[in-house]
């Protein structure tokens, strides 16, 4: 058997005579499987497919920056994370390189037995510094970070508290805690500030509030003042997930915190390096303490390799730039600007946004991906955001801003994005 075998559906068989075809097992040069589970995952992407929800990511043929060579074709970048252009910067490439030279490719161990380089260390001592915080836990994505730390923080006897709109892995994070789980309406202080009175009658042992500071899907922002005033009135701590305010809101993007002059008065700061900063690798910013607890308790943390030097340097190269200097952010603003006021003008519905994160509404999910399909013909590529990410009558095109896009890319965009959306009568 050759180990990279494809599992190729039109090569396997079934060694049975055929009287049950779900009693059998799959036979592919050796290798068996399970013809029940097989089937069974079968229908359910059969079922994906009917509903027009299944993935099938295009390729990415070189960098990711303004204008890509998506599927084998140049076009305009309008979905990707990479709010400053980082991910294919000079600085931080050089960085990567560098590291890689000195350190190696790989971490070689997980992060407490024999994976911490200096360079994890300086890393957390500049995200903390970045964040106005006074430390820093280094996880290997957001995602770990949310999924490691809420469970940790959270125990029997504690309750949470959480915008209903809050990201999938702090959903994720919630569901594998012990504590009493409690969902506001989305950035409705009060039905917070209700339920807080009412949790706070039952004398938890610890209360949490957890919200996204920039929401993805719609481009809002949580009203974190009032959040941190409540929570101190009522006793309560607080978790930020700054994944997309991090390089975007705030003096030189140092995110929400910043953004509303409450900096120090939230207890965890979560983030992440796969957005504005251009890599890889996710964060909590909190006091000594509640790193040290974290480094300690976090099972996404302790049990997993520690990222290795490149990507780590190059997150080094991503804070050092930022701190330097605010010259992206402010082009990422200006860029932000021009792109919605012009869509507005030209009559699309933009929803609520107030970020880079620019969603195009056209309600019905068909429109959405047939909106999607023809942008790309155009060469514009921006996905559909439909059902199951949003509600069923609030499908849209996210569309996202970066400062490396040039006027020129802009405008291109525009014009494809007015073109269709006139052919699809979302516009006149
Ligand atoms: N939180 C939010 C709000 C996000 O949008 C994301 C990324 N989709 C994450 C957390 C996870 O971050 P990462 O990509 O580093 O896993």
Redesign the pocket.
């Known amino acids: 058997m050759e180990a990279n075998a494809r599992h190729n559906s039109d090569t396997w068989h079934n060694p049975d005579t055929g009287d049950n075809p779900n009693a059998g097992v799959l036979i592919y040069e050796g290798i068996e499987m399970n013809l029940k589970l097989q089937n069974e995952l079968s229908a359910e992407i059969e079922a994906l497919r009917q509903q027009n929800l299944l993935w099938n990511p295009k390729e990415l043929n070189g960098p990711n920056c303004a204008k890509s060579i998506v599927g084998g074709k140049e076009v305009v970048m309008l979905c990707s ?1 990479n709010y400053l252009g980082l991910a294919n910067h000079r600085a931080l490439k050089r960085a990567a390189i560098d590291a890689v030279r000195k350190y190696g490719a790989g971490s070689g161990s997980v992060r407490p037995i024999a994976g911490t380089m200096d360079l994890h260390v300086k890393l957390e001592k500049l995200i903390a510094g970045f964040k106005h915080m006074d430390d820093a836990l280094y996880y290997n ?6 999924s490691g730390a809420l469970p940790a923080l959270l125990r029997e006897g504690d309750t949470v508290i959480s915008d209903e709109l ?5 959903i994720d994070g919630l569901r594998l805690s012990k504590a009493e789980r409690h969902i506001y309406r989305h950035k409705d202080m009060g039905d917070l500030e209700a339920k807080l009175k009412e949790i706070a009658a039952k004398n938890p042992k610890r209360i949490l509030i957890v919200t ?5 899907m719609d481009g809002d922002i949580a009203p974190l003042d009032r959040i941190v005033e409540l929570a101190e009135a009522h006793g309560a701590a607080t978790y930020v ?1 700054d ?2 305010g991090d390089g975007v809101l705030g003096d030189h993007g140092r995110g929400i915190s910043s953004h509303f002059k409450v900096e120090g008065r939230v207890d965890f700061e ?1 983030g ?4 504005a900063f251009g890599t ?3 964060y909590v910013a909190t006091s000594k303490t509640g790193k040290e607890y974290l480094l300690n308790k976090s099972r996404t943390w302790l049990l997993t390799g520690a990222h290795g030097p490149a990507n780590v340097a190059a997150s080094i190269a991503a804070l050092e730039l930022l701190t330097q200097s605010d010259k992206l952010v402010k082009k990422l603003w200006s860029n932000t600007k021009y792109y919605k006021k012009r869509l507005k003008e030209l009559g699309f519905d933009i929803g609520e946004s107030v970020t880079p994160i620019t969603p195009i509404m056209t309600y019905d999910s068909g429109r959405a991906q047939h909106m999607s399909a023809r942008l790309y013909d155009e060469g514009v590529y921006a996905l559909p955001i439909v059902f199951p990410m949003v509600a069923k009558d609030k499908a849209r095109i996210r569309t996202m801003i970066t400062a490396e896009h040039k006027r020129a890319d802009l405008d291109f965009a525009i014009e494809k994005i007015e073109k269709v959306g006139k052919e699809l009568g979302l516009i006149k």
């Open positions: 994370n994505t957001g995602f770990t970070a949310n809050n990201h999938g892995s702090i996204d500071g920039v929401f993805s997930d994944a997309h979560m992440t390096f796969s957005k890889m690798g996710g």
